[in-house]
T-cell receptor, first 111, second 113 residues
Framework: AQSVTQPDIHITVSEGASLELRCNYS??????LFWYVQSPGQGLQLLLKYFSGDTLVQGIKGFEAEFKRSQSSFNLRKPSVHWSDAAEYFCAVGLDQNFVFGPGTRLSVLP | ETGVTQTPRHLVMGMTNKKSLKCEQHLGHNAMYWYKQSAKKPLELMFV???????ENNSVPSRFSPECPNSSHLFLHLHTLQPEDSALYLCASSQGGASQPQHFGDGTRLSIL
């Protein structure tokens, strides 16, 4: 079945540590790929997107993501996490006319 | 005012009430979406409108009735809801199609008594 998975439900990192959030998809073709962030009480904000070309894409707030076709993955990374990065992160796939969202990964940041 | 605006931000209603959620986008987009976000569940796409025409209805119960009078406004009319309908309802807009990022409002937190 076609799906978007985020294997980690909840991740805790210390402020200043590096971060990697995993996303895998199972579609035949290379879909359009997105990462969104949702802070408490707010809607989803686009962090970055991948369509084609360079497989390492830069986004806002110091985030980047790398598309790996062989692994059907689009993992999100940040070299040094800030306390304000604590939020829920969603990977999304654009396919046909609409989006399919992963279940989300909740990020907690320790001082 | 820019972006996607949803009103009200919070709504508490009884199961027999009728209420409406409103969404307005100031981005010049052609497509608008309603999503339901429940605790511990993935985001659920409910309805999609492209150029004011409904193009998707993901088996949503008839107690939810969408309306899109123009490309900038989207409503979700609620009637005889159930407790399991309590959730965050998010509106989004885009230029349409799978390649265009969706821009989200801050949602309406709905509680059914």
């Amino acid at each position: 079945a076609q799906s978007v998975t985020q294997p980690d439900i909840h991740i805790t990192v210390s402020e200043g540590a590096s971060l990697e959030l995993r996303c895998n998809y199972s579609y035949g073709a290379t879909p359009y790929l997105f990462w969104y962030v949702q802070s408490p009480g707010q809607g989803l904000q686009l962090l970055l997107k991948y369509f084609s070309g360079d497989t390492l894409v830069q986004g806002i707030k110091g985030f980047e993501a790398e598309f790996k076709r062989s692994q059907s993955s689009f993992n999100l990374r940040k070299p040094s996490v800030h306390w304000s990065d604590a939020a829920e992160y969603f990977c999304a796939v654009g396919l046909d006319q609409n989006f399919v969202f992963g279940p989300g990964t909740r990020l907690s940041v320790l001082p | 005012e820019t972006g996607v605006t949803q009103t009200p931000r919070h709504l508490v209603m009884g199961m027999t009430n009728k209420k409406s959620l409103k969404c307005e986008q100031h981005l010049g987009h052609n497509a608008m979406y309603w999503y339901k976000q429940s605790a511990k569940k993935p985001l659920e796409l409910m309805f999609v409108y492209n150029f004011k025409e409904q193009t998707e209805n993901n088996s949503v119960p008839s107690r939810f009735s969408p309306e899109c009078p123009n490309s900038s406004h989207l409503f979700l009319h609620l009637h005889t809801l159930q407790p399991e309908d309590s959730a965050l309802y998010l509106c989004a807009s885009s230029q349409g199609g799978a390649s265009q990022p969706q821009h989200f409002g801050d949602g309406t937190r709905l509680s059914i008594l």
